[in-house]
């Protein structure tokens, strides 16, 4: 499965020389196995850069995908009314994600996509948006089999497995824990339950321990625990993900290092800080995360 990564950022878009090098847009991955149309992971301002690719490649005309999402926050949702495939072409795009207590996925949409907000509705974009209500659910999406469960966050959040041909990934950008210094607390069941052995974990991994004991009610966790996550449930490869915006470049690296050195001593798995443009082809034979040039990936189809 080729994995994508068009935005790595959590919270909020972020730019500058500091953050340049994984980069400032929100929340997007994209999963693509052979054979099968590409699977979008949240619709964060990574988003966009997605649309323009395919407009590049000449794969926007009469798009048909699909997308996974976690949960409504900004930092999830902003990048969908400029998706040119839907945005301003005429293709079609499924959504899969979860209601809000008594509102419908497309009603809580409808309730942001709207002026003051925003000024087109999403029954106003050129393409087509369809909503579909998805909970603790088990479902399928052309070849890929996806499985949905709630995370510990803020509001009705989920994360996702998606498996193909053998090979699963499991998405959890934004997962809330106080878990301790020393490594005291739980991870919950349902989470390991979602994570178990997956070949690759795509995981929030926001917070340094201070940060975390100062924005608990954020709904957060720290690069620890990310790791902590990982070894319990028996992954294969971790990708932190949803850096804070306030995260330097360097901050980043080390925190990777320090999760690369924690995963070592946990069994071996491997880690890998997610970055803009990271491409990562995930096998269920090798287990490993080798990343392919980006470049390559994108003259291959
Ligand atoms: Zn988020
Ligand atoms: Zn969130």
Redesign the pocket.
Same mark, same amino acid.
């Given at each position: 499965m080729r994995v994508e990564f068009f935005g790595v950022r959590? !919270?909020t878009p972020c730019d500058g020389p500091a953050v340049s090098r994984y980069g400032g847009n929100t !929340?997007c991955v994209v999963v693509e196995a052979p054979g099968e149309a590409p699977l979008i992971l949240d619709l964060g301002t990574g988003l966009r850069g997605f649309g323009c690719r395919l407009e590049a490649q000449g794969r926007a005309g009469g798009f048909e995908g699909a997308a996974l999402l976690t949960h409504l926050?900004w /930092?999830?949702i902003q990048g969908l009314p400029f998706f040119g495939p839907v945005s301003t072409g005429g293709g079609a795009l499924d959504v899969y994600g979860p209601r809000f207590h008594d509102a419908t996925l497309s009603e809580a949409f409808a309730g942001v996509m709207c002026p003051p907000y925003f000024p087109v509705r999403p029954g106003e974009l050129a393409g087509a948006v369809r909503f579909h209500d998805v909970g603790s659910d088990s479902f399928a999406v052309g070849g890929y089999g996806i499985r949905s469960g709630w995370v510990p966050h803020t509001g009705p959040t989920l994360g996702f497995r998606i498996e193909v041909a053998g090979v699963s990934v499991v998405y959890v950008? /934004?997962h809330g824990s106080a878990f301790g210094r020393g490594g005291e607390g739980t991870v919950p069941q349902a989470v390991i339950d979602l994570c178990a052995g997956a070949d690759l974990l795509i995981h929030d991994a926001q917070y340094t321990h201070e940060e975390q004991e100062a924005k608990a009610r954020f709904g957060h966790c720290t690069v620890e625990y990310a790791v902590e996550v990982a070894r319990r449930s028996g992954v294969r490869g971790l990708a932190l993900f949803?850096h804070d915006p306030a995260h330097s470049d360097a901050l980043v690296d080390a925190l990777a290092a320090l999760a690369s050195d924690r995963a070592e001593h946990a069994g071996g798995f491997e880690v890998v800080a997610a970055h803009e443009g990271l491409v990562l082809g995930v096998s269920a034979r090798s287990g490993a995360v080798p990343s392919v040039p980006a470049a390559a990936g994108a003259t291959s189809r």
């Open positions: 959590g !919270s !929340s926050h /930092d999830h950008p /934004d949803h």
